[in-house]
């Protein structure tokens, strides 16, 4: 066992490494960070940026503008001009799909204009206490009051506005214990959240009750409310599709039984990460925020009995 527990140290010292450079990226970029809009269906358009924060997505009607998450303080200003280029109205509700920093950066300056904050009720529990994000090497302080959910749920939520039912639901925990996914339903538009990330592997909040296994239970009961002609819209990366997100539940699947098999052999985690249980993936998935090495790594920790 103590073996097993230097190994997970190790590893994690060479997390930080990767991911504190990771966070200086994001930073230095942030200036410079060009937000734009891609339209969905007639009202309702997604929004993308280039420094890879959470994607966002926003249906702007007569009835005001109900938005999913804020990206983070320095370009949520980009994003409201994105927004005001579509529509006249204002910010009526942002809706956040789960606590981390590049999806509620911006919830202090859209509710200032007037809009209400909504979320799973574990987001506003989430954002209200102080978290030690080891593997970022920092500390998220507890947000201000007035960037927490005013509105939170626990099961499900539904807004009409615009002749659309726009239904917004959580499932078990699975990127965090706080998801919300939003599906437009006449539209055939669904907002997927950090469940989803399309062509790089996830981060998974394993410290805020995010699992690996609760994300492929989580995909596998939204494939079947979903079709072909769904237009998907995951936390980060490109617009996709159902087809896709087969794959990428797929994909989870497989390195989630490729470390865990390796786990039941006695491997530790350095042994599993050398094994390269993600390596079938890898020219696909294994290019962005997180490579092949640290996925696996977090899977493993994801997995193992007790947190490191
Ligand atoms: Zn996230």
Redesign the pocket.
Known sequence: MLMKHKNISATIASLLTFLVFTSFLYAKDQAEVQVSAEKLADNIYMFTDSGGMGNSTALTGNDGVLLIDTKVADSVDKLLAKIAELSNKPVRFAIIT?W?YD?VGGNETVAKTGATIIAHENVRKQMGIEHDMKIFNKKAHPAAETALPLLTYKDKITFHMDGEVVKVFHLEPG?TDGDSVIYFKNANVIHMG?LYFEGLYP?I?IYSGGTINGMINDINQILPIIDENTKVVP?HGPLSNKAKLVQYVSMLATIRDNVSNLMLEGKTMEEVIAAKPTQLYDEKWGKGFLPPDKFAGLVYMDLSPELP
Do not use: I, L, T, W
């Open positions: 789960h981390h999806h990127h950090d981060y909040g936390g």
